[in-house]
């Protein structure tokens, strides 16, 4: 049943008011708890902690303020994401925050809203908004358990793509190996050269400078360690990095890791170095003691899906956006 209009409110200024944020992360967390997929990506979840300059409303009971119904927050670029309690969906809770940044920002277009794991009451919100499906992210994976013929395959082929990187006069380091031979200022100009060129088109991930890397490296998983670049033999010029995540360590070790970044400079492509560096990040992630990779990849990169395929790993989730006006 949808509760009186009246009895949802919907307030601002999250920063100003810890014990708002704090129920804000409960939504959060029992959103991910029932659908079994997080509703807020980690930019948004992080923006929730810290002022990244997104805007967020909060759907309170109007009734007793303290206890929150949902969350909508929008980044700079009109992109948006919501979270609504379980036990307080389809009682107008996500159309009220629609609603209100309506009320802000007048008739807009256009707006993009993430739909994490594309359920079916995803769909039917966005779909009443008129809104239209403009892109796919596709999270792939992997098993490579202790023991098993896929973790001995994939060992196997990390050994190749080291002994090709090595045939090419190519070298591979860690970050902390690269930057106590070219310098910390070196390594970074160098990452953010190579990434921008890769990521030129890409909406989240290119025209990044330094404080955005360094925001980026700002994590409690980040590990410099996991970060692999390939290098000329000759000079410091970077052909590419595999910047590798694993999000959390279970008691007796890492189970998951990821494929978080990988990427080729201009000048490197064409060479069949792709294949190998994503396998040596893979490689780093298996001494690690990970027993599934994961990945996330845009659904219209074909040749990205088919490499990776041929890798082992499975579509196993999707993310969508959908566009449309306020």
Known sequence: MQPAESAIKVVEELHKQQDLRSAVLEVVAAAEESDGVAPLSEAFLRGIQEDLGHRHLVAVDANHPQEVWGVLAVDRDSVVELAVLPEHRHEGVGSALIDRLRQMDGDHCPIDVWAHGDLPAAREFVGAMGARRTRELLKMSVEVPAGSAAREDLTNRVAQAREYVAQAGHRVMTYPEAAQEFGVDTVDREWLRVNNEAF?????????????????RDTQWYDPTGVLSLWKEEEPQCLGFHWTKIPNSAPDGPKEGEVYVVCLADAARGQGLGGPITLLGMGHLLDCGVERVDLYVEGDNEPAIATYQKLGFDITHTDVVYRGCL
């Not at 030129?200 to 404080?211: F, K, N, R, V, Y």
């Open 200 to 216: 030129a088109w890409h909406p989240e991930q290119g025209g990044w400078d330094l404080p955005r890397l360094e925001q980026a």
